[in-house]
């Protein structure tokens, strides 16, 4: 009612969190108390996390990267059966992301993966979502593919593949031509070919390194 009385506009994940008119909205709130490493580690009402936070991620970037997963936006009805297959691709992202398993069971502070590594950020979430939507489509072996992931070197210190890609002047750069680098990155990692596009992004950007 104060934000309405005065005109201010909620964050992202607060909207996010009341909106029950869209179907997404909805669906990433139920992600928060089914997928395990979402569960008590997810900001709801903020869209950023402050430097001591005990959470590792915000509903507003669940909600972007699962649209990207599901080809979903805004308004738009989902079926049950993306419903489950949701919550089934956002659990298989956190067995092979050891990190996030382990700081749901309280063995490093959230703040430390945030600080020390890119997998709880937004862009890398988005970018999963990126690869998710193309391998559930192409490959009945989504999953075993997806188990390659565990083998990436998430740390910020790994500069060989994130400076430029993710890492720009010393931040994160979650931009969209940073998504799809990162998205590129892990495609390559995972033997998945690039689109056009993303092929043409990563031919500039490689061509500027």
């Given at each position: 009612a104060d934000l309405n009385r005065h005109a201010v506009k909620p964050a992202k994940s607060l909207g996010i969190l009341y909106d029950h008119r869209d179907p997404?909205?909805?669906?990433?709130?139920?992600?928060?108390?089914?997928?395990?490493?979402?569960?008590?580690?997810?900001?709801?009402?903020?869209?950023?996390?402050?430097?001591?936070?005990?959470?590792?991620?915000?509903?507003?970037?669940?909600?972007?990267?699962?649209?990207?997963?599901?080809?979903?936006?805004?308004?738009?009805?989902?079926?049950?059966?993306?419903?489950?297959?949701?919550?089934?691709?956002?659990?298989?992202?956190?067995?092979?992301?050891?990190?996030?398993?382990?700081?749901?069971?309280?063995?490093?502070?959230?703040?430390?993966?945030?600080?020390?590594?890119?997998?709880?950020?937004?862009?890398?979430?988005?970018?999963?979502?990126?690869?998710?939507?193309?391998?559930?489509?192409?490959?009945?072996?989504?999953?075993?593919?997806?188990?390659g992931i565990r083998h990436i070197d998430w740390s910020r210190d790994n500069l060989k593949n994130w400076q430029g890609r993710v890492i720009v002047h010393g931040k994160i750069n979650k931009g969209s031509k940073h998504v799809t680098l990162l998205t590129n990155f892990i495609k390559k990692e995972l033997n998945i070919p690039l689109s056009e596009h993303e092929a043409e992004i990563e031919k500039t950007f490689n061509g500027c390194n």
């Open positions: 997404l909205a909805q669906l990433c709130s139920s992600l928060i108390q089914k997928v395990d490493a979402f569960v008590g580690m997810t900001e709801k009402e903020k869209a950023t996390l402050s430097n001591r936070e005990n959470k590792m991620f915000t509903l507003s970037s669940i909600y972007k990267a699962t649209g990207c997963l599901l080809g979903y936006k805004k308004g738009d009805e989902i079926k049950n059966s993306d419903q489950k297959l949701a919550i089934t691709f956002w659990n298989e992202i956190t067995k092979n992301i050891p990190d996030w398993k382990a700081a749901k069971n309280r063995e490093i502070a959230p703040y430390i993966l945030r600080r020390d590594f890119i997998h709880t950020h937004g862009i890398t979430l988005q970018a999963l979502g990126n690869v998710g939507h193309e391998l559930i489509h192409t490959k009945k072996e989504w999953k075993t593919i997806l188990s």
